[in-house]
């Protein structure tokens, strides 16, 4: 009797427990947040090419990400190098990287970069940095007005904001009290009646967005501790409107 019980709980099928990793040692609110926000369009955009999963929580605060507000190189060299002249290179170390959009980009970067670690973000993926800096990410993009899609974003509660607001992210909420959210909300939708027209999405004539939301939250989650994002075209406005909007960054 014993033989055959064991028999029946040997071929008995076992459904295997599935467990949710939410907290991510890694990396830190400050990037994840920004890379929640995202994926979180990803997942409304194209629902059907990308399973949704809880978005990874940091246990740790850290600095937002930097938006370069300027267009200029010159500037870029400025702000890199602080009171060093712009002749001299700057040389990174092997923990930070700039990332580009492919092997024509690389060789475009200014000379003074030219000493730094510079990677594609397709090369980069799977890699960690503590420093990342994103460089003519949506210049170089293949997309042109397909990033106007964002600014049908503007009137939404960040994916941030609305974890809170749920209760979804715990670390926040303990410090984040409902008057605080309230205030959040209030400003980003005072911020959006400022928004320019919004774009009507079509799937199939913006499908090229698919794959550069994807591009974009590959390139955010390679940093461990900074991310900064220069970059010299107006097609960067809508992405950068939307982060100011939502306060997930910094503008230097």
């Known amino acids: 009797k014993a033989r055959k019980d064991i028999e029946r709980a040997w071929h008995k099928k076992i459904q295997p427990q599935r467990l949710k990793l939410l907290h991510n040692y890694r990396s830190h609110k400050g990037t994840l947040d920004l890379a929640a926000d995202v994926i979180e369009m990803v997942y409304e955009l194209f629902p059907t090419t990308i399973d949704r ?11 937002k990400p930097i938006l370069l507000d300027t267009r200029k190189e010159s500037d870029l060299l400025v702000l890199l190098l602080g009171n060093m002249r712009t002749t001299a290179a700057i040389e990174f170390g092997a923990h930070q990287v700039i990332l580009v959009r492919s092997d024509e980009a690389r060789k ?58 749920e209760g979804e992210d715990g670390a926040a909420v303990a410090h984040v009290d409902d008057e605080t959210l309230d205030d959040l909300v209030k400003q980003e939708r005072e911020a959006s009646k400022r928004a320019g027209q919004a774009v009507e999405f079509d799937h199939e004539k913006h499908k090229l967005l698919e794959s550069e939301m994807k591009f974009l939250y590959t390139a955010i989650t390679r940093s461990r501790v900074n991310v900064w994002f220069y970059d010299s075209s107006d097609q960067r406005e809508p992405f950068f409107d939307l982060c100011r909007r939502r306060r997930l960054v910094k503008v230097v």
């Open 108 to 165: 475009n970067i200014p000379p003074e970069l030219k000493l730094a670690l510079v990677m594609t973000v397709y090369e980069a993926k799977g890699l960690e940095f503590d420093d990342v800096l994103l460089y003519n990410f949506f210049a170089d993009s293949p997309a042109t007005k397909e990033w106007d899609v964002l600014k049908n974003f503007y009137d939404r509660e960040s994916s941030r904001t609305r974890r809170q607001r």
């Open 53 to 63: 999963l809880p978005p990874d929580t940091g246990v740790l605060d850290g600095p």
